[in-house]
């Protein structure tokens, strides 16, 4: 057989071309596996707000009229829900929830970051939907259910009233105690109140302040300053997004090692 010598040599190339295809193919895997990426943009979120209870007084003595020197016919608490829904707007970063009061307390939204749901509960809310009563120390003991197991660094509730507590079934002594325990700050409103001792210790006992609005400019002015005085401590994490290229190198691989597969098989 004179011409076996060139079926040696195809055999030989073939299994050449073998080799390099079945290494070719473990370089791609490996290439694959170490992820190749591009980095196509950074971003930074924002995190550590201010978890918030925003406690609201819905009793009788809200109807009262007067409170906007601008439009005297607008009750108390049409007032205060216009001037709430402005400050939840605001407060972007953070955890809120919503507390009613009247001959008990209520609690109308938990610890939330959906601002626009927050706003259309408090559209709902109306004078008396508790009660024509002021539960307001029941109300703390309310705040301090939604927050003593938050994990956030400042948790502060802000109460507003127009009144004295009639209704609640918690010693004022036991809500004080709750909020110390639970390190839970509390800025008071009065609103053309004469309960300003309890108001003001409330305050003083929590670490907070006390503040009197006699009108709707008093009480905008207060909302604003509380904002200020309570910034959220924003941590930036910063977070890299990527696009990954892994999927090239790997389907690659695997048609090369199909084709020596087949290869493997022709011989």
């Not at 079945?22 to 170490?34: D, P, Q, S």
């Not at 216009?82 to 809120?96: P, Y």
């Not at 400042?154 to 507590?165: A, F, N, P, Y």
């Not at 009639?166 to 008071?188: D, G, H, N």
């Amino acid at each position: 057989m004179p011409h076996l010598f060139l079926l040696q040599k195809s055999s030989h190339k073939s299994s050449i071309l073998i080799e390099i295809l079945k290494y070719l193919a473990i370089v791609l895997a490996i290439t694959a596996l170490a992820s190749p990426v591009k980095i196509k943009n950074t971003q930074y979120i924002n995190s550590d707000g201010i978890d918030i209870v925003l406690s609201l007084d819905t009793s009788d003595s809200m109807r009262a009229r007067g409170f906007n020197e601008i439009n005297p016919n607008e009750n108390r608490f049409d007032v205060v829900k216009e001037l709430v829904g402005d400050f939840i707007t605001k407060r972007v970063n953070d955890n809120i929830a919503l507390v009613i009061f009247g001959n008990n307390s209520l609690i109308a939204s938990t610890l939330s970051f959906d601002k626009q749901a927050q706003k259309e509960i408090l559209d709902y809310l109306d004078i008396g939907i508790v009660g024509p009563r002021t539960a307001l120390f029941d109300s703390l003991a309310s705040s301090v259910k939604i927050l003593k197991n938050s994990t956030a660094k400042s948790k502060i509730v802000i109460l507003l009233t127009d009144g004295e507590d009639t209704s609640s079934q918690i010693p004022f002594s036991i809500a004080l105690k709750l909020l110390k325990k639970y390190e839970i700050k509390v800025y008071t409103i009065g609103i053309q109140s004469q309960n300003e001792y309890v108001l003001n210790e409330i305050a003083n006992q929590t670490g907070g302040k006390y503040f009197v609005a006699n009108n709707k400019r008093d009480l905008a002015q207060i909302y604003s300053q509380i904002d200020k005085l309570e910034k959220s401590k924003i941590k930036q994490n910063k977070v890299v997004l990527k696009d990954y290229y892994y999927f090239y190198p790997l389907f690659l691989s695997i048609i090369l090692l199909i084709i020596v597969i087949y290869l493997k098989n022709k011989e």
